[in-house]
């Protein structure tokens, strides 16, 4: 779109810088855009998008029954519609996106573990400058004073949040096109404080000064920040990180001539082929996969010696005894209390209060004390 907005001719003449752009423009994007609108590039989009919340037209319904009761049917219908519900929806979404709560204080309310507590996506020494940007901003349109460059700004602020807008709202990854844009309004804040010290403060000197305060406070913003992620966020919500791979796989590895079955992890065999250095050939070759989910991945469910399974302990003993290999069996429950007895292996979070996954072996199942006619499905 900016490309197009700044097409100049010469003389009758398309110019080849506009024309070089745009070219490029269109090979970049053809490959994109075509995912983009294939089955497959739809399927998340079905998913998430503005259109495919079934609780946006029960909530209008619901509305224009209430309203019924009080008002005629076709005021209730002009005023609880889906044109103006989605379009509120997207007013409110562009709105947050950006709100200094989103940009510097708390980011993405959901889930928690994406969003540092007490951290937006930008540093909160520079929200006088955000502020400060969009009042130097707006007023170079208003004077006339706007260049290309802002004119590429002010495309960059209305196009890149509309992937984020049309499905859950701000959300971090599919707001990544707007960040050098809300950089650019940071900066054009910057650049009016400056010019304001200048005016303001006797000497070049005192600026050079604000500039080395406000690096400072950066620098700080940024140990702060990361002493937080280190010491707090990452053990807090260290299970949605799957951290604890890095405890489980390597004992999963050394279990040599050994059958592993893994209950209520799904991506354990895609972690078992990195820590077990499986070749890449081997892997793409051997390795059996799950049916198409509804958005349309398939995720690994048999690499080499492990696999998924969504069977009960015994029920696994009872179809593999045969195979003459030993079997552990993994889980994220605690079985102690039944058959199989303690866990050869406890997987537990970093300062060891919780417990993440349980390791168990099918010695005790060696006993015959199963009768597999009967085993848990």
């Known amino acids: 779109m900016y490309v197009v907005l700044l097409a100049r001719t010469k003389g009758g003449t398309v110019s080849h810088a506009w024309l070089t752009g745009l070219t490029t423009f269109v090979l970049i994007a053809l490959p ?5 609108v294939s089955t497959h590039g739809q399927a998340r989009f079905k998913q998430v998008g503005l259109l495919s919340d079934s609780g946006t037209v029960m909530t209008i319904n619901e509305d224009r029954t209430y309203c019924s009761t009080h ?16 379009s509120r929806q997207i007013a409110d979404r562009f709105a947050h996106t950006f709100s200094t709560d989103m940009l510097f204080f708390n980011g993405e309310a959901e889930p928690k573990h994406i969003s540092t507590d007490h951290f937006g996506l930008l540093p909160l020494v520079v929200i006088l400058f955000y502020l400060l940007g969009w009042v130097a901003f707006v007023q170079k349109w208003l004077r006339t004073k706007h260049t290309h460059e802002d ?24 707001l990544s096109p707007l960040l050098p844009f809300v950089c650019a309004i940071v900066m054009f804040g910057y650049g009016y404080a400056r010019e304001l010290a200048i005016e303001k403060l006797p000497s070049h000197r005192m600026v050079r000064i604000l500039d080395i305060v406000v690096a400072l406070l950066l620098l700080m913003n940024g140990v702060a920040f990361m002493f937080r992620y280190e010491t707090v966020h990452v053990e807090k919500y260290e299970i949605a990180f799957n951290s604890y791979m890095a405890g489980l796989m390597p004992y999963l590895v050394e279990q040599k001539d050994t059958d592993i079955f893994v209950r209520g992890f799904t991506e354990a065999p895609a972690f ?3 820590y077990a250095q499986v070749d890449p050939r081997t892997y793409q070759q051997t390795t059996q996969w799950s049916e198409p989910d509804a958005i349309g991945f398939k995720h690994p469910t048999k690499v080499a010696n492990l696999q998924n399974t969504d069977l009960q302990p015994d029920a696994v003993y009872c179809q593999n005894k045969d195979s003459g290999k030993s079997i552990v069996y993994v889980s994220n429950e605690d079985l102690s209390n039944t058959v199989i007895g303690n866990p050869k292996e406890v997987i537990r979070t970093k300062n060891g209060v919780h417990s993440l996954v349980y390791v168990y072996g099918m010695g005790i199942y060696q006993k015959n004390i199963v009768n597999c006619d009967f085993a848990t499905p």
């Not at 994109?32 to 983009?36: G, K, Q």
């Open 71 to 86: 008002a005629p049917s076709l005021l209730c219908y002009a005023n609880f519609n889906k044109v103006l519900s989605f």
């Open 151 to 174: 004119l590429l700004v002010l495309v960059g602020l209305i196009v890149a949040p509309i992937p984020a807008l049309l499905s859950t709202g701000a959300h971090r990854v599919r």
């Open 32 to 36: 994109i855009l075509w995912f983009t």
């Open 272 to 274: 078992y082929a990195f």
